[in-house]
């Protein structure tokens, strides 16, 4: 396996491969990261994981400093899994000059998570384009945890014709259901222990949808109204259509219901997906 820091020697040692796969992350990796490698491994010549926290998509009062980097474990857990190149850059290589051309996404980026987090989904799709014009990749695997996230970056590769097949793999989940997260580490135990609560009370808001629940805004206010109960601070809970995340009309049958939600000083996402008869 090959470390590599810089965008030159990078695609000098990808010049030598017949194609590559991508797996972009900001490390500190868990089973949801290796799970994504393996589902890209068998799609390419050559694995390639990107390693850099970055700073475009943090607001200014959000983790960025304190994100967890592990690089050194990160590496070990790459290798095992059987990973070819490692790019672990640092900000100046990424960044060697103010970014002043930025991707602008269109009005899903000022909607959840884009609400909460204004400007993060332009960082997100500014250092993706950057990365896959530094690794040229044909396809790129990302978790549908993120699912606002997969959805921008889908649209952005069909707009610009980007010839890359974007793969969205489902979440990974502990034995009790939380979803996998590098922020999974903030909890306390006794939050760990709590945490659970947001996908089960997403499970329980998909079997009524499915049951044909059409009151949508009775649905999200009955999870908001639990998870305060329980000592959260809910962000949004909301269904949305699939397809875009615009509010469903009656008649949609594919749905997705989304979370965000802080326990403590951690704040969690998930969602899941609804696919009506």
């Known amino acids: 396996m090959d470390i590599i820091h810089s965008v030159a020697a990078l695609r000098e040692r990808l010049q030598r491969e017949p194609n590559n796969v991508f797996v972009p992350t900001m490390g500190n990796l868990h089973a949801g990261h290796i799970q994504l490698i393996n589902i890209a491994k068998p799609r390419a010549a050559c694995t390639v994981v990107s390693i850099f926290v970055n700073r475009l998509q943090f607001g200014p009062r959000e983790d960025f400093d304190k994100y967890p980097r592990t690089l050194t474990a990160d590496c070990a857990k790459l290798e095992a899994a059987g990973v070819d190149v490692v790019f672990a850059p640092d900000e100046g290589e990424i960044y060697p000059e103010p970014q002043t ?118 649905v999200e206010l009955d999870v908001m109204a639990d998870l305060a109960h329980h000592g959260w601070k809910p962000d949004y809970i909301a269904v949305r259509r699939q397809s875009d995340l615009l509010p469903p009309e009656n008649g949609e049958r594919k749905l997705v219901v989304l979370a965000a939600a802080r326990l403590g000083k951690t704040r969690l996402i998930d969602n899941v997906e609804v696919e009506r008869g």
Do not use: W
């Open 101 to 218: 051309y930025t991707v602008e996404p269109p009005d899903i980026q000022h909607t959840l998570d884009g609400a909460v987090r204004p400007g993060h989904f332009r960082g997100v799709a500014t250092v993706v384009l950057k990365l896959f014009n530094m690794v040229n990749p044909h396809s790129a695997i990302f978790g549908k945890k993120d699912y606002q996230q997969c959805l921008v970056l889908n649209n952005m590769v069909r707009q610009l014709a980007l010839p890359i097949e974007i793969i969205l793999a489902e979440t990974v989940r502990a034995e009790d259901g939380l979803a996998l997260s590098s922020r999974n580490t903030y909890l306390s135990l006794e939050e760990r222990k709590e945490a659970p609560r947001l996908y089960q009370l997403l499970q329980k808001a998909r079997e009524e949808l499915k049951s044909g629940a059409r009151d949508y805004q009775r």
